[in-house]
T-cell receptor, first 115, second 114 residues
Framework: KAGVTQTPRYLIKTRGQQVTLSCSPI?????VSWYQQTPGQGLQFLFE???????NKGNFPGRFSGRQFSNSRSEMNVSTLELGDSALYLC??????????????FGPGTRLTVL | LAKTTQPISMDSYEGQEVNITCSHN???????ITWYQQFPSQGPRFIIQ???TKVTNEVASLFIPADRKSSTLSLPRVSLSDTAVYYC???????????????FGKGTRLSVIA
């Protein structure tokens, strides 16, 4: 099975711009979560989608949004970029079938740099 | 979600057993303990998960005392490739709902020295 894929892997934007990141979960996985990782704050939960519905949301401003499509692929959008949004953005997918190990599979991440 | 406390960093020589302890005093009855490993510029990777007593897999062992207020990840005979950040997470596991956000702390940076 192919793992979680994220595109693009690297991105450079300037303040005020907006950005869209994409995540394709493992085939059959219906839960997709997004995380932001920075040296200062560590790994922080952004939001989780399950069957196209947002199930959980972390403590981030409304500039951060996401969505999930019927094929479970997910996108996250950050509007009006700030320097502090520079981070590694990680996507994780999870199988929600009964009896499976409760682990999330992470993608390689998208490294966003805001200048 | 229960807060976790781990050492910020640890050093070990190759071939030694490494034990990383995590404190979670406010763990709830339906909380599980999960450990992840993260290499630089990669996403975290699931290592092991448990509820009580001892769990062992091909990578590590997880020891959980009866009061479940702490847990210890044990890595047998570490090698240089085990150098990574190890995260301890505590939270409920709800099967069939996907409703289990992970809360990562700062983790423990393990450095394995030759």
């Amino acid at each position: 099975k192919a793992g979680v894929t994220q595109t693009p892997r690297y991105l450079i934007k300037t303040r005020g711009q907006q950005v869209t990141l994409s995540c394709s979960p493992i085939s059959g996985h219906r839960s997709v979560s997004w995380y932001q990782q920075t040296p200062g704050q560590g790994l922080q939960f952004l939001f989780e989608y399950f069957s196209e519905t947002q199930r959980n949301k972390g403590n981030f401003p409304g500039r951060f949004s996401g969505r999930q499509f019927s094929n479970s692929r997910s996108e996250m959008n950050v509007s009006t970029l700030e320097l502090g949004d520079s981070a590694l953005y990680l996507c994780a997918s999870k199988s929600t079938s009964a009896g499976t190990k409760e682990e999330q599979f992470f993608g390689p991440g998208t490294r966003l740099t805001v200048l | 979600l229960a807060k976790t406390t781990q050492p910020i960093s640890m050093d070990s020589y190759e071939g030694q057993e490494v034990n990383i302890t995590c404190s979670h005093n406010n763990i709830a009855t339906n909380d599980y303990i999960t450990w992840y490993q993260q290499f630089p510029s990669q996403g975290p990777r699931f290592i092991i998960q448990g509820y009580k007593t001892k769990v062992t897999n091909e990578v590590a062992s997880l020891f959980i005392p009866a009061d479940r207020k702490s847990s210890t990840l044990s890595l047998p005979r570490v090698s240089l490739s085990d150098t990574a950040v190890y995260y301890c997470l505590v939270g409920p596991v709800e099967r069939n709902s996907g409703n289990t956000p992970l809360v990562f702390g700062k983790g423990t940076r393990l450095s394995v020295i030759a």
